[in-house]
């Protein structure tokens, strides 16, 4: 069983204090003619966080000065230090992103996720970088037993049971549309419980794994799933979302040729890198750092 997507979540507040620690005055915008400075934020889980070494290496390659404040927390933490300045960039999954920033866009198709995006962000001072084909989206999973035992396959199949079960994911997860709301509104299923436990790491998968939740959100990228023999469910309702990669920087520093190199990086990566970048640190161990420098030399973005 793999060790983290970053081991549990760190409460909001502690992580609020982190990152104000961490930037204790908002980033500068550079003069005209210059390559200016990019900070890019990842959110708490390892997938994340080597995605966000990888566009930053690929940036200082290009000689953009830049560099990643890992862990920093979840997306409720993310986007406001986004929008404040207090980062510069972040690297986003469409679906979700439009989720937490318009409850109520419903459910899109890629390209029309990222057209309702654009003016979105505009507003707040931000700009979309190249959507990537790569893609990791949330998911919902159970034991292969558990599976077998109720002949579940997609998520509506857990409707006679959900009930009787508790529902385990991260904290956020009990708030989000793409988790625990969704469920009830596109599925018209509710759960006995929500235990909240952390992103698809060593917690969710024990807790899955010995019962103590019944069903729980995970990543469709998880490089273990087969390995710790769980069975993600379909979703015939697409609630969750596209989980496509696409890089969120602030206007201010989003320059033509900024955009350009993340866009080289966006369109090098694909699905089977997630799973090769979680499987490399959270099984094997390796240093997120020197698996996102590996990956930018082997595609020659450096």
Same mark, same amino acid.
């Given at each position: ?10 409460? !909001? ?25 990019? $900070?890019? &934020? ?20 290009? &000689? ?7 862990? !920093? &927390?979840? @997306?409720? /933490? /993310? ?33 029309? $996720? ?21 893609? %990791? ?10 599976? $077998? @035992? ?7 199949? !857990? ?9 385990? *994911? ?6 989000? /549309? ?9 599925? *018209? ?11 698809? &790491? ?14 729980? @959100? ?16 379909? %979703? ?9 990669? /696409? ?41 997120? $750092? ?13």
């Amino acid at each position: 069983m793999r060790l983290t997507r970053m081991a549990a979540i760190p409460a !909001l507040l502690a992580a609020a204090a982190t990152l104000a620690a961490a930037c204790s005055s908002p980033s500068k915008s550079t003069s005209p003619g210059t390559k200016p400075r990019i $900070t890019i &934020g990842a959110q708490n889980f390892t997938e994340n966080e080597v995605l966000a070494y990888v566009y930053s290496d690929a940036l200082e390659a290009a &000689g953009y000065p830049s560099s990643v404040k890992p862990n !920093l &927390g979840s @997306r409720e /933490i /993310i986007e406001p230090a986004l929008e404040k300045g207090d980062i510069d960039a972040t690297i986003e999954y469409v679906g979700n992103y439009l989720a937490y920033l318009d409850p109520k866009a419903g459910n899109l198709s890629v390209s029309a $996720t990222v057209a309702t995006l654009k003016p979105i962000v505009a507003k707040k001072g931000l700009t979309l970088g190249a959507v990537s084909r790569a893609a %990791d989206s949330d998911a919902i999973a159970v034991t292969q037993a558990t599976a $077998t @035992r109720y002949h579940l396959s997609s998520i509506a199949d !857990l409707k006679p049971y959900a009930s009787r079960w508790t529902f385990g *994911g991260p904290p956020e997860c009990a708030t989000r /549309i793409t988790c625990v709301p969704g469920l009830e509104k596109y599925y *018209g299923i509710k759960f006995k419980s929500f235990k909240s436990l952390d992103e698809d &790491g060593v917690i969710t998968h024990t807790a899955l794994a010995n019962g103590d939740v019944q069903a729980a @959100r995970i990543f469709s990228s998880d490089a273990v799933i087969a390995q710790d023999h769980f069975v993600v469910l379909s %979703d015939p309702k697409y609630f969750q979302g596209a989980g496509n990669i /696409i890089p969120v920087v602030r206007t201010a520093k989003a320059t033509p040729g900024a955009l350009a190199v993340l866009a080289r990086v966006s369109d090098a990566l694909t699905t089977a890198d997630l799973v090769q970048f979680n499987l490399k640190v959270s099984v094997d161990h390796d240093d997120p $750092t020197a698996v996102a420098s590996a990956f930018v030399q082997a595609e020659h973005l450096g």
